[in-house]
């Protein structure tokens, strides 16, 4: 493989380095509840003439009990429903396709917004646990050659209230009983599904807000039980330091030199590598919290035994820990994963550094859920073999 040259010194590299995708004069998603904090919502209940108690009511029934229909808004007066949920609690994604495999456990739904654009989110139940994957873009313009959404392009950034709604439609299906397991709750959520989150970081970031502050004002999500990624949008990541949150953040660092990252994540040829890890650090140091290290094995890419002693070498001492992601396919694609040999050398020559590893499960790999994956294509994948 021929690694893209890098730029002149000078030389400004766009931050959207996939082509868009072509837009038509949409507009902005409907106004919702969850794109308000709560003093917000008190002040658009009041603009509609009611008292504004009202917020905290509907905010119950969005983010507590997952209602739908104005109908079941039972403590809201009869002659007020039907405004109030017009107004503040449009309907925002439409379920276009819901593919599940693992005995039901794992479930990728493709979204409809307003406008036509099509994202996906991926509900994994474990025994301990249960993990939504949620989009912050419909498509991604970071351009990583390995993954599906990055060559689609971008279309557009979600609202906070089309991310949240991904999580709390997570939700309402397990607290219907309708996800193998009996009814549960969301516990974990992870912001790498389709698009770079620091990329739309308001909507991110107050996402994660409403996410984590306790009912009514969101859904009462442990910000410790919340995982940011990113390519390595540096002056995002020092700003998300700032804002007094406890997530995790996970870098997709896929490659420990410069040489080889310029290919495998175009973004690299504008912060390198040393910058990015600076800036994981940092974040660290301020948080406390551990940073995970993304790493894509690619067969006979990024797999090489000296790779994997740079890596540990770079990452020695640190609070981090390297989260291997065997290399799920995509259509065309003309890489795949590791040979399990070269990923257990991989793997034993991190931990000869110190460094702790953990290989990630593949789940959802047969409907196109696994990482990387998401196209958020019309076309359903052929039917896993059995």
């Known amino acids: 493989m021929s690694p893209a040259r890098p730029p002149a010194r000078d030389a400004v590299v766009p931050l959207t380095l996939a082509r868009s995708r072509p837009r038509s004069p ?39 009990r997952y209602t739908q229909h104005p109908d079941d808004m039972t403590d809201l007066p009869l002659t007020s429903r039907a405004a109030l949920a017009g107004a503040l609690l449009p309907p925002l994604l439409t379920a276009e396709r819901e593919l599940t495999c693992d005995d039901g456990t794992t479930r990728k ?58 999580v709390v439609a997570g939700a309402r299906l397990l607290a219907d009983g309708q996800i193998p397991g009996g009814p549960g709750r969301v516990s974990n959520v992870v912001f790498m599904g389709m698009g770079e989150p620091l990329a739309n970081y308001a909507s991110v970031v107050a996402a994660v807000r409403r996410l984590t502050e306790p009912v009514p004002e969101g859904m009462g999500i442990s910000q410790r039980s919340v ?41 690299n040829q504008r912060w390198r590598v040393a910058k990015v890890l600076a800036a994981a650090w940092d974040y660290a140091a301020v948080t406390g919290r551990r940073v995970s290290i993304e790493y894509a094995l690619i ?3 990024n797999d090489q035994g ?14 981090a820990h390297v989260n291997l992601i065997p290399l799920n396919p995509t259509p065309g694609s003309k890489w795949t994963a590791s040979r399990p040999g070269a990923q257990r050398e991989f793997v034993r020559r991190l931990e000869s550094h110190g460094v702790p ?25 052929a039917p896993a073999p059995s």
């Open 26 to 64: 949409r507009g902005k998603p409907p106004r919702h509840l969850a794109d308000l904090d709560l003093a917000g919502r008190r002040a658009a209940v009041a603009d509609l003439g009611e008292p504004p108690f009202r917020a905290v009511q509907l905010s119950k029934h969005f983010f507590g």
């Open 109 to 166: 739904t493709l979204w409809r917004a307003f406008d036509g654009a099509l994202v996906e989110s991926v509900l994994m139940r474990y025994p301990d646990r249960v993990t939504m994957c949620v989009s912050s873009q419909a498509g991604c313009g970071m351009a990583c050659p390995f993954c599906a959404t990055g060559q689609a392009g971008l279309t557009r950034n979600l609202s906070t209230a089309e991310i949240v709604a991904q």
């Open 227 to 267: 995982t940011v990624s990113t390519v390595g949008l540096v002056p995002a990541i020092a700003k998300l330091a700032a804002e007094g949150l406890s997530v995790t953040l996970a870098v997709s660092l896929h490659a420990p030199d410069d040489e080889l990252r310029d290919t495998l994540v175009p973004v």
């Open 299 to 301: 067969k006979d890419i």
């Open 306 to 319: 000296w790779r994997a002693d740079l890596l540990g070498s770079l990452l020695a001492g640190r609070l």
């Open 357 to 381: 590893v953990t290989v990630r499960d593949t789940r959802g790999r047969e409907i196109d859920g696994a990482c990387g994956q998401l196209a958020a294509s019309v076309s359903a994948p």
